[in-house]
C-alpha cells in the first residue's frame, strides 16, 4: 500500500474514530480497521496481479474506499453501545465527531430505510428535472414567440361589427385565384376534372344535410335563413398507422388504406380521403355534414362559423402528425388539385381553407387546440392557399379561448403566431371596452355557448336529428 | 537459591486472582502496573533490592517492620519499595536488576529479583487475561538483549496465566497522552536506564528507538565527576531538588545540567537522524505532537529545556505542534500499557 493511500485511509478512519470516547475503543477500532483495509488490499491486489491497468484506474481506487467504508461501518457497529438509548446519544451529542461522519453512519444504520427513500427520491428527481426541462423549453419558446412576434406578419384584422375575423396576409401567394376547374367525364365509380384531378366513388356514403348560422356580433345573425352550402375547406390527418413508404410495402400500404377508408365510411368522419399514392375518395357527400370537425369555431369577413362539421368541407390526408414524411408528393399534388376543385365548385375562399387544429376547441375548459392535427407543418402554400399559421383564430382573438403548458407541449412546444396576434386583439378590445380581459372573456364564453345552442337549433331544423357528441370520431 | 522463605503472610496474601486486562511498566528503576482505568489506582515498586548475609539479627528486623524479604542459606534480599529504606539504614547502594532498560547481565539475581517485585504487583490471571507490558526500542548495541529480554519477561508473564504482550515503551506514552490526535504523534519515555522514543501515525508505530542514556547515566556521572560514595544521594537529590529551568548554583546542580543537556541533545540528535533516515514515514499532514513522560522528565524546567533544545537545533525534519508533559509522567507508560491492554481484550 502506497503512503499516499495510508494518509488517505488514515484521514477517513480518523473521522469515525471521534465516535470513541474511551482511549482503548478507539485505539481498537482505529488498528482492526487499517489493519482489514491493509490486508483487504494486499489481498485484491495479488487477485489483480495479472492486472495491473486495472489497479491504475481511479475506479479500483473508489472500490477500495467505498469498501473501507464497509470496515469502518463494520467495526463502528461492533464497537459502539448496543443500548439504542447510548447509541442514539453518541450519534446526536458528540460534538468532536464530524458532522459528515455521523451523517453517513446514520444514513448506514437506517440503509435498509434509506434505499427505497433514496431511490425513490432518484426518481422524484428525475421527472422534476424531466418537468422542468420540458416546462423551461415551453416558456423559452413562448417567450421567443413574444419577442420576436412584432416581425411577424401577423394580420388581426376587425370589420365593422367588431368582430375578428380570419384575414390571409396573402405574402406567398399574392393575388392568386384558382382557375376554374370542371367536370370532364363521370363514370360509375369515379369523376375526372378539367384540371386533372381524379375523384373515386367507391366509398361514398351520404349523411345529414348541412344547416348552418353564420353569426355576426354577439347572437345577431348574418342572414335570417339557415344556410346550407359549403363554405369552406377544414384539412385533417389520419392519424392512422403508418407503414414505410416504399414499393415492397405496396400490398400492405393499400390494405391499411382500405381499413382506413372502411372506418371513415362506416362513421361518417369527412367529406374526402386522400390515401398516400395520391388517390382521391370521396366518403361523405358534399351536401351532407361529415363528422370532422366537432367543437370548432372559424371566422371569415361575413361572420363567424360555429362547429365546421356544418359548414365545411373535410379533407383528410392519410398521414399522422408525428411522422418523418407527413405527406407524399403524390398527396401534395391531389391535396391541391382536390383543393382547386372544391374552391371551384362552391366559391370557396382562400380565407376559409384552414386546418383542423387552428379551429378546434374544448368548450370544457374554454381552450384551443382540442385537436392537433395540423397544429404546424401543413403545406399550404403547396396547395394554393395562403398561410393561416399567420391568422389570429377568432376562436382566441373574438372569443378569448385560452391555452396552457401541457397544450404547448403537445403541438411541439411553439405556438403559431397567429395565436399571439389573436391575444393582443383580445386585449386591445377588453381595453375598449373597459373591461378586464377576465371578464370580457366570462361575457365571450357566454356568448359562445348561447351561439352553440344556436347552431344546435339550425342542424336540428335542417335534419330533425341529434347533433353526434362533440368529440370527433377519429381514432384509427 | 537452595532455601527460599516467602515475604510475611500479610503482603504475599495480595496476589489474588485478577479477571480485567493489566498494563505493565517495566522500567529500570521501577515497575508500575495499572489495572483500572481509575489512575489512583495505579501502583508501583522499586525494581532494586538490598543483598544482606544471613543473620537471625538483621531478619528479626525485617519481620519487625513488615519488610518483604527473601532468605537462602547465604544471604537475605530486601526488594521492592523496601529496598530504599533498608539501602539507606546499611548505607549502601541497591542493586539493579535491570540495567539501560534491560535484565541485568552482570546481576545474578536479576530473573529472580523481578519475577519476585513483579508478583508483588501482579496477581494470577483468572482466564487468559491481556497483559501489556513495556520493553525499550532498539538501540546501540541492545538488539540481542532485547530479544532475551523480552522472552524473558513474556515467560514469566505467560506462567501466571496472562496473555502477555510487548509493547514500545514510547508507543505506550502515546497511547496514554495522544488519544485526542487519535495517537498520532511522538512519545518519549525518558526512564531510568534509557529513554524511548516512538513516532506514531494513527497509532502504527513508525520509527522506534531508543537512547541508553537517561537517569542512572546522570547519576552515575554525578557521582564520578562529583566523587560521591553513591548514588542514592545524587538520585535523591535529583528527584526532590534540581531545578532545570534556573541557573545551577552549586557544583552538583551544575553537574546534573551538564548531563541533563548531554541526554537531551544526544536524543534529539538521534531524532532528527531517525527522521531523515527513515522512508517508511507517511506524509503527515499535520504538525506532531511531542509528549515527554518518565521519572527522569519530573525535574522542574524539563519541559522548557527540552523545547529550547529542540528549537535551538534549527528547523526539524517534520512541524512540531507543541512539546507537552505527561499528566503523571511516573505512570503514563503503565497507563498506556493497561489502554493497549484493553483494546486488545475481547
Redesign the interface.
Known sequence: MSVDSTLIYSRIVERYAHFFDRPELRLRFLNHTLAQQTASREKVDAALERFEFLKKTRFYEQLLRLWLYHLIFQELGKLLPTASKQRRQILTFKSRTPFTARVIFRCYQYRRAVYPVGLATLAVLLFATYYGVGWSARHVNTYLAQRYRSGQRVVAVVNDQGSVYAQASARHLPGYKPEKVWLVEQKENYERYSNGARILNDFETTNHARGYYVFKQGRELADEGVRHEPVGILYHTSESDMLPFTADNNASIETHTRGLLEYVKKNKSYNYVIDRFGQIYRIVRDEDAANHAGNSLWADSRGVYVGLNESFLGVCFETKTEADEQLTEAQTVSGRLLTQVLRSNYQIDDADCTTHGLVSVNPSNMRICYHHDWTRGFPFEAMGLSDKYQVAPVSVGEFGFTYDDEMVSKIGGALWPGVVAGEEAFNQRAGQSKLKPEELRRQMHTLYREQMEMQRAARATSTNEPEPSSADQKGL | MEEKNQAPASKAETLSIKSSPVGLDIGTSRIVIADSPVNSDIRSQMNAFVAVPCSEMAENVLKQRGMVYERNCKNIYVYGNDTDFFASFLDTDARRPMHSGLLNPQEEMSQHIMQRIIQLLVPRAKRNEVLCFSVPGKGEGANGNLVYHEAVLKNFLQSLGYNAKAINEGQAVV??EL?DE??TGIGISFGGGMCNVSVS????PMITFSVPKSGDYIDRNVVEVMGERNSTKVRLFKEENLDLSRQPKDDMTRAMHIFYEDVLQTLIERLRAEFKRSSQ?????RPMPIVLAGGTAKPAGFLQKFESMLRAGGEFPIEISDVRMAKDPLTTTANGCY??A????K
Request: hydrophobic share 50%; proline share 5%.
Open positions: 497511547f496514554s488519544q487519535n495517537f501515525f494513527m497509532s502504527m514515514l507517511p506524509k503527515v499532514d489502554i493497549a484493553m483494546s486488545e481484550s
